[in-house]
């Protein structure tokens, strides 16, 4: 399968605690992107980090990228309940794009 | 404004009968994309146009035919529904096509149950 394969499938933390989330995947890509979806809603864009950068910051959001092990993993800092959501991966290989299986995230207040 | 919306935002149906459902960006993106989303929440990506042409097309039923009467609309028509179209369907937009950094517009789905 070409899709993401993310791990955990589900995480569940406190308030305040750091949520990381890895996705591992099988084919070359260009860049790697990572959304986040509310329950019953879209999906909204987070965070994109080429194939040729390892490491990418935007705000509580920290993305890295390892090429030769083909994974990437999501960091985010200091949960808020807020950030209650899945959290997909996106695989952009220059013809297609190919989406994680998602990661449910529950962050208890 | 919203940058991606879609009409219904539910569908209920019985089985046999056919359906569509609209989807319209007003970004200004080149590219759209209709994707279907499972129960246990896998999202496959089902076709893609650009500049009112089809790009992708995966392995879809032909029961399932998209439109695009032009680059801001796409359309998902589908025949003959059966059990198994149970699912949401999201509509997508971007400013380029494959291969571009890129990222994906979604709009707020449409669940579609089939009866």
């Known amino acids: 399968s070409q899709q993401g394969e993310e791990d955990p499938q589900a995480l569940s933390i406190q308030e305040g605690e750091n949520a990381t989330m890895n996705c591992s995947y099988k084919t070359s890509i260009n860049n790697l992107q990572w959304y986040r979806q509310n329950s019953g809603r879209g999906l909204v864009h987070l965070i994109l980090i080429r194939s040729n950068e390892r490491e990418k910051h935007s705000g509580r959001l920290r993305v890295t990228l390892d090429t030769s092990k083909k994974s990437s993993s999501l960091l985010i800092t200091a949960s808020r309940a807020a950030d209650t959501a899945s959290y997909f991966c996106a695989l952009n290989t220059g013809n297609q794009f190919y989406f994680g299986t998602g990661t449910s995230l529950t962050v208890i207040p | ?115």
């Open chain 2, 1 to 115: 404004d919203t940058a991606v919306s879609q009409t219904p935002k539910y569908l209920v149906t019985q089985m046999g009968n056919d359906k569509s459902i609209k989807c319209e960006q007003n970004l200004g993106h080149d590219t759209m994309y209709w994707y279907k989303q499972d129960s246990k929440k896998f999202l496959k990506i089902m076709f893609s146009y650009n500049n009112k042409e089809l790009i992708i097309n995966e392995t879809v039923p032909n029961r399932f035919s998209p439109k695009s009467p032009d680059k801001a609309h796409l359309n998902l028509h589908i025949n003959s529904l059966e059990l198994g179209d149970s699912a949401v369907y999201f509509c997508a937009s971007s400013h380029g096509i494959r291969g571009s950094t890129d990222t994906q517009y979604f709009g707020p789905g449409t669940r579609l149950t089939v009866l």
